[in-house]
Nanobody
Framework: QVQLAQSGGGLVQAGGSLRLSCAAS????????MSWFRQAPGKEREFVSR????????SYADFVKGRFTISRDNAKNTVYLQMNSLKPEDTAVYFC???????????????????WGQGTQVTVSS
């Protein structure tokens, strides 16, 4: 059973930075695209960013472009989300997710992912 263990997050002032990590307990991590989603209170879960299985392709939601960077280290079975210039509206629980298919680019739809991390709270104060 694949598990995703998230770390990072916390409380930061507007304009600050945080880095989220997501470590996968699967030896075949390198064949799966990975993504980050977030869910704010009272809102639907929304796509933030994705990275292809080999790291060669990434995409971002418009509201984080230029501020967030997704990356992965396949040797460490870990995907990261570097978040800079944080805004209060970035406050949410952030989730990493594993693509249900192999050797893909990933998707902006939550239905494309079959394993989710436990979530980590990011709170940005104004």
């Amino acid at each position: 059973q694949v598990q995703l263990a998230q770390s990072g997050g916390g409380l930061v002032q507007a304009g600050g930075s945080l880095r989220l990590s997501c470590a996968a307990s699967v030896r075949t991590f390198s064949i799966y695209a990975m993504s980050w989603f977030r869910q704010a209170p009272g809102k639907e879960r929304e796509f933030v960013s994705r990275i292809s299985f080999n790291g060669g392709s990434t995409s971002y939601a418009d509201f984080v472009k230029g501020r967030f960077t997704i990356s992965r280290d396949n040797a460490k079975n870990t995907v990261y989300l570097q978040m800079n210039s944080l805004k209060p509206e970035d406050t949410a629980v952030y989730f990493c997710a594993k693509d249900r298919f192999t050797y893909g680019l990933g998707s902006s739809s939550a239905f494309g992912y079959d394993v989710w991390g436990q979530g980590t709270q990011v709170t940005v104060s104004s």
